[in-house]
């Protein structure tokens, strides 16, 4: 999942040197914190929210096929 979420977030940035992902493990929930450059958190929010909307979706299909809850928190 981390490696997804790395490739997604290159994807969408101008600077994919400064893309980092870091993973929080919990018991029932893991929380992946995307931190890119402050420049590029706008693309990966998207227009009211909707690239970051549509990988939160693809997070919570994945989380059902492992019975886990992951979350996305996109810090500056």
């Known amino acids: 999942m981390k490696k997804l979420l790395e490739a997604i977030a290159m994807g969408l940035v101008d600077k994919s ?6 993973v929080v493990e919990g018991k029932q929930v893991t929380v992946f914190e995307l931190r890119v ?9 998207g227009r009211k929210g909707r690239t ?3 990988i939160r979706t693809l997070l919570g299909a994945m989380g059902m096929k492992e019975r886990k809850r992951f979350v996305l928190e996109i810090l500056e």
């Open 17 to 22: 040197d400064d893309v980092e992902v870091r």
């Open 52 to 54: 970051a909307q549509s």
């Open 37 to 45: 450059h402050p420049d590029d958190v706008g693309k990966v929010i």
